[in-house]
């Protein structure tokens, strides 16, 4: 293999049903996709160089959930689809995903954990793919060397001082 044989991985996403509302859909992006990953580390990152003293903290901070639930509706849902209002189909917004994420409760709670677990289960659906592909168009060995086995070596007697002479 030639390092120009190289392939970009592709962004992956799938429609996913709503397990918890009827005719709820959503298009859920790979858990690895890069700008989550990017923006989920930068979370981690901002509380950790903020540290922890709790007389510092305003009423303009974020916390974690809040960062965390605002990189899965900015990064992992690509689009939905069923979501009413009086009756009314709701375009996507990825501020309204991340309103119904942090201030929808228990269901806000669902929301993100469906989000998560489904990205997490396209990803390896995907990987799984990816690796079978790649497996039946590459060529492996079994990890056996196939050459001749190497002769072994005439041990040679090593030289050996008398202690006598060692002491001289």
Same mark, same amino acid.
């Given at each position: ?12 996403? %799938? ?6 509302? @009827? ?10 996709? *890069? &700008? ?17 003293? &709790?007389? @510092? ?7 974690? +959930? ?5 990189? #899965? %509706? ?14 009314? &189909? ?6 309204? %995903? ?7 409760? $228990? ?15 396209? +990803?390896? @659906? $995907? ?5 079978? #592909?790649?497996? *039946? ?6 990890? +056996? ?15 050996? +001082? ?7």
């Amino acid at each position: 293999m030639s390092l120009l044989d190289f392939k970009k991985p592709e962004q992956i996403s %799938a429609w996913v049903d709503y397990t918890h509302e @009827e005719g709820l859909s959503f298009k859920i992006r790979g858990i690895k996709y *890069k &700008p989550y990953v990017v923006a989920h580390e930068r979370c981690g990152n901002l509380l950790q160089s903020k540290g922890f003293d &709790p007389k @510092e903290a305003t009423i303009n901070d974020n916390t974690s +959930q809040e960062l965390v639930m605002t990189c #899965v %509706a900015y990064h992992l849902i690509e689009d939905w689809k069923g979501l009413t209002k009086n009756d009314n &189909p709701v375009p996507f917004d990825k501020d309204l %995903a991340k309103d119904m994420m942090l201030y929808g409760g $228990a269901n806000g709670v669902l929301l993100w954990h469906f989000i998560t677990s489904e990205a997490e289960r396209i +990803q390896n @659906e $995907a990987d799984g793919i990816r690796a079978e #592909v790649m497996g *039946k168009s590459e060529t492996f060995t079994s990890g +056996q060397n196939t050459q001749a086995p190497k002769q072994p070596r005439k041990k040679e007697k090593l030289s050996t +001082q008398n202690s006598d002479e060692a002491t001289k």
